[in-house]
């Protein structure tokens, strides 16, 4: 008996061990992919994953997924816009990477821009399998692999083979480059930023991974406190009626001038001032992320 005992424990401390090894991943298929709140299409958008990143499965509802993305965010997705990783697949794999730095880069399925439409258009920031790089007159393209194993093509001028963290100079004029584009709520990709969404890349691309929401990053103990009259540029900045409820934030460029995506007077990327109403009014805290 005492033998029967101990070899079921052992084989549910194998079943176990096993069980963590296989957390179910999987990988983005739609150029921008909504997660909602629940598993139906008329919830409301809580986040997004754009194009091939790699996503967590914790649940699976008839047609819908909950999923979970890098930065530890939760949401229901649907099931046929992902595509189930195997336990040591990677997408990318290893090898060379191509990321989008354009605001929206066209792939196609062969190296012309004139002999069909595009097979999807992904946002900044999408990582792409390089399988190859034609050379002479062809040069301006490269071929990809995409996460649902099709075989496409981008051009060179879209994208980089090496991406670098950037100084704050560079973030803003990286965010520069946004002004215009539409606000979004639950927005995460150049297709369309929410307020946070827009704040976290910036900070991505400064080499910070910063929390989703404006709410948890302006209590985020990795961030420091700064007063109004000590901010530089790349400071962060939260707006709302309180600390404790924080709705808005924006990036600091300096001259008393912030970047963010806002829904205030038109819905887009936006260059405002914070001694203008009502954000010198709803100014509840600024954070530096950066190292001193």
């Known amino acids: 008996m005492r033998l029967l005992l101990t070899a079921g424990i052992l084989l549910a401390a194998v079943a176990a061990v096993a069980a963590g090894r296989t957390t179910r991943r999987a990988v983005a298929l739609e150029p921008v992919l909504d ?4 598993p139906t299409r008329e919830a409301d958008v809580v986040s997004q994953a754009r194009y091939a990143q790699t996503v967590e ?26 595509r189930v990783l195997g336990e040591s697949e990677q997408y990318p794999s290893q090898g060379e990477v ?16 004139t002999r069909h439409r595009p097979l999807l258009t992904v946002p900044f920031e999408t990582r792409l399998e390089v399988v190859e790089q034609p050379v002479a007159e062809e040069s301006r393209w490269i071929a990809v692999r995409l996460p649902d194993d099709r075989k496409g093509w981008i051009q060179r001028g879209d994208v ?16 520069r480059r946004f002004v215009g584009r539409p606000y979004t709520w639950g927005g995460t990709t150049s297709f369309g930023y929410d307020c946070s969404g827009f704040t976290q890349m910036l900070c991505r691309r400064g080499g910070r991974d910063i929390p989703r929401d404006s709410s948890k990053q302006a209590v985020w103990e990795g961030m420091l406190e700064v007063r109004r009259e000590e901010l530089r540029a790349g400071d962060l900045l939260y707006f709302g009626p309180t600390l404790a409820r924080v ?15 806002t829904t205030d007077s038109r819905p887009a990327v936006q260059v405002s001032r914070l001694d203008d109403e009502p954000w010198t009014r709803l100014l509840v805290a600024c954070r530096r992320w950066t190292k001193p």
């Not at 191509?98 to 821009?113: D, K, P």
Request: net charge negative.
């Open 35 to 38: 997660m909602y709140s629940k």
């Open 57 to 82: 499965v914790l649940e699976e509802q008839g047609e819908f997924w909950r999923v979970k993305t890098p930065d530890e965010y939760p949401g229901w997705v649907e099931a046929r816009c992902v």
């Open 98 to 113: 191509a990321t989008v730095e354009a605001l929206a880069a066209h792939i196609y399925r062969e190296n012309s821009v």
């Open 160 to 175: 980089a083979l090496e991406t670098r963290v950037l100084a704050v100079h560079d973030l803003i004029e990286l965010a």
């Open 247 to 261: 709705n808005h934030t924006g990036f600091y460029i300096g001259n008393g001038e912030f970047i963010h995506s």
